[in-house]
Each structure stands twice: as C-alpha cells, then as structure tokens.
C-alpha cells in the first residue's frame, strides 16, 4: 500500500491497555470512539469509522472508508462497517450488552451523539473526553521523539530569523517565510485544536499594535488577522523598527505539535516592554523549578499571577483587561491544546511524562505583546525543555 | 479598532430576515447559534460568544471574548455573556418563554448542546443547520465578488504551473510553492470543513500512484499524504514524466472558498488517461447544460454515472471500487463543503444563486488520477463558470 511509518503496535498496544483500565474502573462496557485524532492514538490509522473499545478484549475498528488502508495501517481488526444501522447490533452481538457507553461528549456532534446512542437502546452516555485526554497528555518515547524532531525545526526558523526579517515586510510576508521553510521539511500545514471554533495557522506572527488587538482566540496574544473572516494573527501590517516581533510558532512532525515563542525586534525595544519581556523570563524560569510530579496544575498559574502582580503588570498579564486569557499554558500532543490546563481551578496533580507549553505574555494595547513560551516535558526530577531556541530577543538591524 | 473590510450591513440584515423567516415558517422560538461560521455569516463578526435570533425581533450576540472588537465588526447588538448559567434566563426574559429552539446538530458538540438545552428547561431541539446551510447556498453580489476574486488567484497558479513544476520535485514542493504564492495574496492557510473529521489543507497536489492512493476523505482523490497521521494530499513523491499530476487547490478571498481542478503532465500522458480525461471535460459541458434552477441535486450526478459508464470507466468514477465518492460535486462558500450536494437521493431543486463545484474525477490504482473542477454560479439562464482556468492539460517540458 505505502511505506509511510506506522506507529509502533507496542504503542497502541499499551495505550489500549491503560484506555481499557480506566473503562473498567469507571464500569463502562465500552467506549465508541469517533474522533479522527483519538482514533488515530488508539489505533494508528486515521481512516474514517468508528472504533468500539470494550472494556475488556480485543477492540474492533468499523470502517467507512478507506477499508483497505485501514487495514494495513492499524493496529487493530478492521471490518467494513456496511450500514450504519446495523453497527449497534454488530457490537452487541460480538460483545454483549452495552449499558454504560463512553463517548467523546466535548467533540462528537450533538446529531451523530442521538444516533449513535439510538444504536444501544437504553445505554447510558459517559463522557470519555477527559480521561482520554488525561491519558494522551503523558507522553512515550516514541511520542518525545516526534516532539524534539519538532522542536529542533522551530528552532532553527529561529535561528533564521536575521536573514528572513526585512524592515518593511508585513507579518504575512513573514509568516509565508516561515510555513514555506516548515512545509519543505514535511509539515502538514493543519494545525489541531479540540476545543470547538478554534483553529490556527502556524501560531501567532504578529508586531506592535496589530499583535495587540483582541480577538475570539483562546490565547494570550490575539492579533489583528487577515479578515473580519479570520480575525487572528498575521496581518497586512508592516514590520517596522522599535517594535515587538511576536513570533509564536509550531510544526507538526507525525502528527505531533510543539510550541514555542520568541521574540524579535528590528532595532531597539522600548525599556518598559524590554522589562516586561524579563519579568516573562523570570516568571517561566521560576515555574520551570516549581514544576515536578505531583504538584497541581493551577499552582504554576496563580505562582505566575502572583508574579506579574509584582511587577506591576497584573493588567497586561495574557492580555489586556476584559480580554485575558485565563491560564499560563497547556499540553500539547496530536492537538495543540492538550492536558494539562495550567489554569485556576485545575488541581489535579502533573505526571512524569506529561508535556506542557508555558507562555507568560504581556499585552500592551496600541504597543504590541512580548512573551516567551517554551515546551517542557515533566519528569522525575522536574522540567525539561524540549523547545531550545536562545531566549535573548532576536535583534534586527534597522538599515 | 481597525481598518479590515467588514460585511455591509445590509448583507447581514438580508441574512437575517430569511433566516427569520424561516424559523417562523418553523414555528421555532429562535435559533442558538454557536458555530463559528455561521455567527460570521449572521453578524459579520467571528468573535467567541453565542448568537441567540429569535423569530421575530433583534437578534443578540452574546460575547465572552472579544466584546469590544464584536462590537466594532458586528451588526447586530452585542452583550457580554457573562456566566453561562445565566444566559437561559437572560434570553427568556428579553425573549420570551423558548419551547422548540434551533441547533446546529452537526457541529455542536453533544455536551455543549446538553448544557445549552439545559439553560432552557423542557424546551424541544430541532436541527437549524441543514435549512440555515441551504439559506447560505444562494450567495449574494457581495459574497460572488469575494468568490470571483478567490477564482482569479488560482487561475493565476494555474497559468504558473510550467514555470512551477520541475521534474523531479516532489509533490510537497509543489504545493509548498503553489501555498506560498497564495499566502502571500492574503490566503488564510486555513480551509473550512463542515463534516465532522474531514480538513483539508490547500486542496490536493498529487500525481501518479500517490494520488491513487485511497484515503478517509470524502472526495474522489485521495492521496498518500506525508504521515499516517495526515493521510491524504501531497506527499514526498517526485513528480514523474507521464504521470497525471492533480491541481485541486482552492484559496480563500475574505472567507470564501472556490474550488478547481486542472491536470498537468510532464511529457506525455498514456493515451487512455488522456481520453479518461476527456470523458471527464465531456460529463462537465454535459452537466454545464443541465443546470438550471429546478433541477433536482441528483440528476447531474445521475447524468455523470450514466456517462461514465458508457465511456466504460464505472469502476474508476469518483475513485476506484469500494473507495468510490458518491457524489459529483458540492457547494462552496464559507466552508468547502456546502449544499447543494449532488449525490443520489438528493431531490431539492437548484436554485438561482447557488453556488457548485462540479468534479468529475476517474482514479486508476498505481496510476494515478484524472480529472476536472470547475466552481459555477445557478443562473436564470443555467450554469455561468466562475473559475475559468484553461482546461487543456498543462504540458510541462520534460528535459
């Protein structure tokens, strides 16, 4: 069929075994999975269908289409789903009853919810979103592999950034620059999201005031965008001298994202917003000791509330006013905006293994946004970045 | 705020009043509109918030970020929404008691929607979309303008072609360059998809037996893709002589997406690819002379299954064998896969205004794919291109 790399049969082996775990603690008879990215992680295709894990034995992969491609590329038994009607009795009569189902209630579309559900007369809906998304957020090494091969792509779009940065181009000319070098190296150009209505180009390549501007994105920065049509990010403006360069970036290398952002300016920043960048520094670098297992997700947050309050720039901190965003970072993975959520509220502990991007920014309307944000993979002994671009502010010269 | 063009209000307000319309003609209380696209096309803002209409009346954004820049953009009244579990009561005592209230049941997430109809207590749900999906079929003078714009950046990338392909680059390079050109005319790099799981990136550059390749997208191409984990499109395959090379791309003009297909070859094609292609042209004037509003969906793609099996080639149509699409074309506009969808079963009539690409399509397994698009508009008159991209096949020289 092809030679792209499969993922590994051990990996889909053990994340079934972990998925099924949880199942059978939380008395599921099984889980009907349908999202294209879960499906993929518990399969190893990304084939249209719908898997059916039970609680216990094998899982089974009915498919729509394509049957063929399914079946070389998963790590599962494949069958041709055939009529969507029969798929309920299709799963009872191989594996029993089906009472309690678990479901992916925060993508799965409110119709095909009615008529899956209707597939199992009776069967009660279990949300299966957070814990798989609690599972998916702790890393293999197969999976590190794929997210330091990311991360060595973006930083070298960093280390270019001299020779790309001309005074006068506008961020759009710039962020073509950027997804041009990233696309030759086999990026896919989608960039992930779970969450409903998000969606992202390459990440946030924005300066001075148009970085500013707020917008419907679930992030620190918004930026002014193209159109009232996709009101995010790079703009028509030109990059001009004094000004802060968000450059807020990611790849994709197997399906696996990375975060990572830097900060440019063509000639000199202005001493205020050189300061704010600092206090961003200090702020990661003090979370960066704080995070190790065990610890909950929202202190690294309101640590670094506390610290923007120090430094007198509370207002300014994830943006300006009415619209901060509320968290210091998230995890990252097959989506851009895993587990865990470093956000008040979250006091669930972090695991060895997990992988998070933290993003201290300051907003300053009509200026522009400066910040930093590295990936970090939790471990024994604490964090470690994966993203290892230099921190200094990238400098241009202005002639 | 800013200087980005904004929808006329008149366009909006002409939505509206359709949309009333139809709720009344529905006896629905209002609508609750959550999807990103649709509020776009109901306010001419895509800020994050909830977008309640009820049958009668002024409709209401209600906002959670950003409110100010929805107040700048839309042009409907716009509220901060404040907490959720409020809005219910917010809503009835502005509105009135809400008994049967709209959804978007195809992309509202089931667990939003649960939350949703819990703010508005025994009230009944019923699907919004497919009738506020056929309302957005019929574009307007402003709407065709952003397409014909949209049709005019890839005629241009077509007429590049011999000066963009060289032997031996891979299909990744080609779309990398064809992207770039794009980006840098103002393309978002982002294409809308309605159907839960389908994305798309710029559209489908593959060649030979890469494009052949079957895959979970709903079209008649698939394509290898770069990874198991983006399974379709472009891959690393060097572009080979006599190879059918697929030129699917679309860009996107202030939201809007149009949709065409030409084919290239390097050197010559072999003689049967040459006439699959011509029977593909010939289905295309054929159907080209069918639509006219009144028309049933079905009848063209009928017409093409009628066609195609004459010329012989059933089995390559649309895709080869089990990996067929069942369908001969699809709206565009704000998402690339609109109504009207002309597929079997589909009996609504065309209307004046509608907006289609038509893509008669034959795949041959290790060969490649063969083909043609064209996007039209519903005229009083019939058909009227809005793509007009030469459709001989683009000879590129092979030394």
Redesign the interface.
Known sequence: ??H????PTTEIENRLKKFQNHLQQSQLDGALI???IDI?YLT?????GVLFVPKDGEPRFYVK?????AEF?ASVPVE?MGRMKELGQKIESRYGKVSRIG?E??????????RYLGMFPGAE?V?I?FPLRLQRAVKSRYELDQLREAARRINDIILSLPEMIRPGMSE??L??AI??RL??Q?N???Y?MRA??Q????GMVASGKAAA????F?GPA?G????????QSA??KALAPGEPILVDIST?V???LVDQTRLAVIGELEEDLVRAYEVSRNILKEVEQMGRPGVAWEELYLKSLEMAKEAGLSEHFMGYG??QAKFLGHGVG?ELDELPVLAKGFKQPLEEGMVIAIEPKFTFPGRGVVGIENTYLVTGSGLEAITFAPEEIVQIRAD
């Open positions: 069929m092809h792209l790399p499969k993922v349908t999202q294209n993929y190893g295709t990304m084939q249209n289409k394509s049957v063929a491609r590329e041709e479901l209630t925060d993508v799965l579309p409110y119709g095909l919810a009615v809906p949300d979103s759009l000319e962020t073509a997804e041009y696309r030759l086999g896919i150009n989608i992930r409903y209505n969606e992202l180009a390459l501007t707020p917008t419907y679930d918004g002014l965008g193209l159109s009232t049509a996709s009101p703009s028509h994709v197997e399906g696996y009415k619209d097959l």
